[in-house]
Protein backbone atom coordinates (compact mmCIF):
# COMPACT_ATOMS: atom_id res chain seq x y z
CA UNK A 1 0.00 0.00 0.00
CA UNK A 2 0.99 3.43 -0.72
CA UNK A 3 -0.54 6.63 1.26
CA UNK A 4 -3.31 6.08 4.27
CA UNK A 5 -5.71 3.19 4.36
CA UNK A 6 -8.66 3.47 6.23
CA UNK A 7 -11.41 0.49 6.92
CA UNK A 8 -14.16 0.06 7.08
CA UNK A 9 -14.80 2.39 3.77
CA UNK A 10 -18.96 1.99 5.13
CA UNK A 11 -20.33 0.86 8.19
CA UNK A 12 -23.90 1.09 9.35
CA UNK A 13 -24.33 0.90 13.01
CA UNK A 14 -27.46 0.51 15.79
CA UNK A 15 -26.75 3.07 18.92
CA UNK A 16 -24.83 2.09 21.53
CA UNK A 17 -22.98 -0.08 19.53
CA UNK A 18 -18.83 0.45 20.04
CA UNK A 19 -17.15 0.76 16.83
CA UNK A 20 -13.50 1.05 16.16
CA UNK A 21 -12.86 3.13 12.77
CA UNK A 22 -8.83 1.92 11.70
CA UNK A 23 -6.13 4.08 9.97
CA UNK A 24 -3.08 3.06 8.86
CA UNK A 25 -0.22 5.09 7.44
CA UNK A 26 2.73 3.79 5.21
CA UNK A 27 4.57 7.34 5.10
CA UNK A 28 5.82 7.13 8.42
CA UNK A 29 4.30 10.41 8.82
CA UNK A 30 4.94 11.87 12.68
CA UNK A 31 1.21 13.43 12.67
CA UNK A 32 -2.06 11.68 12.46
CA UNK A 33 -5.47 13.26 12.35
CA UNK A 34 -9.06 12.19 12.57
CA UNK A 35 -11.39 14.47 11.17
CA UNK A 36 -15.40 14.09 10.37
CA UNK A 37 -17.33 15.86 7.67
CA UNK A 38 -20.92 16.91 7.52
CA UNK A 39 -22.89 18.66 4.84
CA UNK A 40 -22.47 22.28 5.09
CA UNK A 41 -19.86 22.13 7.38
CA UNK A 42 -15.89 22.17 7.33
CA UNK A 43 -13.42 19.42 8.10
CA UNK A 44 -13.85 19.58 11.92
CA UNK A 45 -10.75 17.87 13.77
CA UNK A 46 -11.98 15.27 16.31
CA UNK A 47 -8.71 14.23 18.12
CA UNK A 48 -4.63 14.26 16.27
CA UNK A 49 -1.36 12.73 17.31
CA UNK A 50 2.03 14.43 16.95
CA UNK A 51 3.79 11.69 17.24
CA UNK A 52 3.70 7.93 18.77
CA UNK A 53 2.91 7.69 22.19
CA UNK A 54 0.41 11.35 22.21
CA UNK A 55 -2.47 12.40 21.35
CA UNK A 56 -4.05 15.75 21.58
CA UNK A 57 -8.33 16.58 21.37
CA UNK A 58 -9.44 18.39 18.54
CA UNK A 59 -12.67 20.83 17.91
CA UNK A 60 -15.24 17.85 18.31
CA UNK A 61 -13.42 15.30 20.92
CA UNK A 62 -16.74 14.22 22.68
CA UNK A 63 -17.76 10.48 22.53
CA UNK A 64 -14.25 9.33 20.64
CA UNK A 65 -10.96 8.40 21.74
CA UNK A 66 -8.15 7.64 19.66
CA UNK A 67 -4.55 5.82 20.89
CA UNK A 68 -1.65 5.77 18.59
CA UNK A 69 0.97 3.16 19.79
CA UNK A 70 3.22 3.20 16.93
CA UNK A 71 3.58 5.51 14.14
CA UNK A 72 1.57 3.81 11.57
CA UNK A 73 -1.82 2.76 13.25
CA UNK A 74 -3.95 5.55 14.60
CA UNK A 75 -7.92 4.07 14.95
CA UNK A 76 -10.86 5.94 16.19
CA UNK A 77 -13.50 4.21 18.69
CA UNK A 78 -16.98 5.43 19.21
CA UNK A 79 -17.52 4.36 23.09
CA UNK A 80 -21.33 3.92 22.34
CA UNK A 81 -22.75 5.15 19.15
CA UNK A 82 -25.24 7.82 19.16
CA UNK A 83 -26.87 8.92 15.78
CA UNK A 84 -25.31 12.63 15.65
CA UNK A 85 -22.47 10.76 14.58
CA UNK A 86 -23.66 9.76 11.61
CA UNK A 87 -20.90 11.33 9.10
CA UNK A 88 -18.05 10.60 6.87
CA UNK A 89 -15.15 10.42 8.68
CA UNK A 90 -11.28 11.00 7.62
CA UNK A 91 -8.09 9.92 8.33
CA UNK A 92 -5.30 12.79 8.00
CA UNK A 93 -1.19 12.61 8.65
CA UNK A 94 1.09 15.06 7.57
CA UNK A 95 5.31 15.35 7.52
CA UNK A 96 5.97 18.64 9.78
CA UNK A 97 9.09 18.94 8.34
CA UNK A 98 7.70 19.41 5.03
CA UNK A 99 7.89 23.10 4.47
CA UNK A 100 4.13 23.33 3.22
CA UNK A 101 3.07 20.70 6.08
CA UNK A 102 0.32 19.65 3.62
CA UNK A 103 -2.31 16.73 4.49
CA UNK A 104 -2.85 13.48 2.71
CA UNK A 105 -6.06 11.76 3.78
CA UNK A 106 -7.06 8.50 3.40
CA UNK A 107 -10.72 7.92 1.53
CA UNK A 108 -13.02 7.99 4.23
CA UNK A 109 -15.02 5.65 6.22
CA UNK A 110 -18.99 6.62 6.05
CA UNK A 111 -20.65 5.75 8.70
CA UNK A 112 -24.48 5.58 9.82
CA UNK A 113 -25.94 5.28 13.09
CA UNK A 114 -29.62 4.21 13.67
CA UNK B 1 -14.24 33.15 17.18
CA UNK B 2 -12.43 31.86 14.15
CA UNK B 3 -13.96 31.98 10.65
CA UNK B 4 -13.40 30.99 7.19
CA UNK B 5 -15.56 32.44 4.66
CA UNK B 6 -15.94 30.96 0.66
CA UNK B 7 -19.14 30.85 -1.86
CA UNK B 8 -21.27 27.52 -1.17
CA UNK B 9 -21.64 26.88 -4.76
CA UNK B 10 -20.60 28.35 -7.81
CA UNK B 11 -21.47 27.66 -11.64
CA UNK B 12 -18.90 27.85 -14.89
CA UNK B 13 -18.86 26.47 -18.33
CA UNK B 14 -16.15 24.26 -19.60
CA UNK B 15 -12.94 26.24 -20.95
CA UNK B 16 -13.93 29.77 -19.13
CA UNK B 17 -11.93 30.79 -16.24
CA UNK B 18 -13.45 30.83 -12.83
CA UNK B 19 -12.22 32.41 -9.29
CA UNK B 20 -13.29 30.90 -6.06
CA UNK B 21 -12.44 33.85 -3.12
CA UNK B 22 -11.80 33.08 0.55
CA UNK B 23 -11.78 35.34 3.04
CA UNK B 24 -10.34 34.47 6.81
CA UNK B 25 -10.56 36.06 10.44
CA UNK B 26 -8.13 33.55 12.08
CA UNK B 27 -5.83 34.20 15.38
CA UNK B 28 -2.56 34.69 13.88
CA UNK B 29 -1.85 32.84 10.26
CA UNK B 30 0.49 30.38 9.42
CA UNK B 31 -0.24 29.75 5.75
CA UNK B 32 -3.46 28.96 3.68
CA UNK B 33 -4.23 25.82 1.83
CA UNK B 34 -6.53 25.08 -0.96
CA UNK B 35 -7.81 21.24 -1.27
CA UNK B 36 -9.72 19.64 -4.05
CA UNK B 37 -12.63 16.91 -2.98
CA UNK B 38 -14.53 14.72 -5.96
CA UNK B 39 -17.83 14.05 -4.41
CA UNK B 40 -17.85 11.43 -2.48
CA UNK B 41 -13.82 11.18 -2.43
CA UNK B 42 -11.21 12.40 -0.06
CA UNK B 43 -9.29 16.09 -0.09
CA UNK B 44 -6.10 16.47 -2.04
CA UNK B 45 -4.02 19.17 -1.50
CA UNK B 46 -4.08 21.97 -4.16
CA UNK B 47 -1.65 24.96 -3.48
CA UNK B 48 -0.02 27.02 -0.36
CA UNK B 49 0.34 30.10 0.12
CA UNK B 50 2.00 32.21 2.88
CA UNK B 51 3.17 34.95 1.48
CA UNK B 52 1.62 37.68 -0.13
CA UNK B 53 0.97 37.23 -3.79
CA UNK B 54 0.13 34.32 -6.41
CA UNK B 55 1.54 31.02 -6.60
CA UNK B 56 0.75 29.69 -10.14
CA UNK B 57 0.68 26.05 -10.70
CA UNK B 58 -0.11 24.65 -14.19
CA UNK B 59 -4.15 25.70 -14.71
CA UNK B 60 -4.88 26.86 -11.14
CA UNK B 61 -2.92 29.64 -9.34
CA UNK B 62 -3.89 30.89 -5.57
CA UNK B 63 -3.55 34.57 -4.77
CA UNK B 64 -3.37 35.88 -1.21
CA UNK B 65 -3.56 38.65 0.70
CA UNK B 66 -2.83 38.26 4.32
CA UNK B 67 -3.47 42.19 5.26
CA UNK B 68 -7.46 41.63 3.50
CA UNK B 69 -7.70 38.20 5.01
CA UNK B 70 -8.22 37.25 1.19
CA UNK B 71 -7.13 34.26 -0.85
CA UNK B 72 -8.90 33.09 -4.22
CA UNK B 73 -8.20 29.82 -6.41
CA UNK B 74 -8.29 30.60 -10.31
CA UNK B 75 -8.59 28.05 -12.37
CA UNK B 76 -8.48 28.60 -16.20
CA UNK B 77 -9.74 26.34 -18.80
CA UNK B 78 -11.94 24.44 -17.35
CA UNK B 79 -12.57 21.13 -17.48
CA UNK B 80 -15.62 18.49 -16.84
CA UNK B 81 -13.14 17.06 -14.17
CA UNK B 82 -12.49 20.10 -12.35
CA UNK B 83 -16.26 19.54 -11.22
CA UNK B 84 -15.86 19.08 -7.26
CA UNK B 85 -15.73 20.90 -4.22
CA UNK B 86 -12.90 23.39 -3.06
CA UNK B 87 -11.95 23.48 0.27
CA UNK B 88 -10.01 27.26 1.58
CA UNK B 89 -7.70 26.00 5.05
CA UNK B 90 -5.63 28.50 7.06
CA UNK B 91 -2.71 27.41 9.85
CA UNK B 92 -3.65 29.99 12.67
CA UNK B 93 -1.02 31.09 14.92
CA UNK B 94 -0.92 27.56 16.84
CA UNK B 95 -0.60 25.69 13.62
CA UNK B 96 -3.92 24.37 13.84
CA UNK B 97 -5.90 24.26 10.43
CA UNK B 98 -9.21 26.08 9.81
CA UNK B 99 -11.51 24.71 7.61
CA UNK B 100 -14.01 26.73 5.21
CA UNK B 101 -17.52 24.41 4.40
CA UNK B 102 -16.26 24.47 0.71
CA UNK B 103 -16.73 25.78 -2.62
CA UNK B 104 -18.93 23.10 -4.76
CA UNK B 105 -17.91 24.04 -8.28
CA UNK B 106 -20.65 22.69 -10.82
CA UNK B 107 -18.66 22.83 -14.78
CA UNK B 108 -21.51 22.81 -17.76
CA UNK B 109 -20.55 22.22 -21.32
Known amino acids: IAGITQAPTSQILAAGRRMTLRCTQD?????MYWYRQDLGLGLRLIHY???????GKGEVPDGYSVSRANTDDFPLTLASAVPSQTSVYFCASSDPDRTTGELFFGEGSRLTVL | GQNIDQPTEMTATEGAIVQINCTYQ??????LFWYQQHAGEAPTFLSY??LDGLEEKGRFSSFLSRSKGYSYLLLKELQMKDSASYLC??????????WGAGTKLIIKP
Open chain 2, 49 to 50: NV
Open chain 1, 49 to 55: SNTAGTT
Open chain 1, 27 to 31: MRHNA
Open chain 2, 26 to 31: TSGFNG
Open chain 2, 89 to 98: AVHDSNYQLI
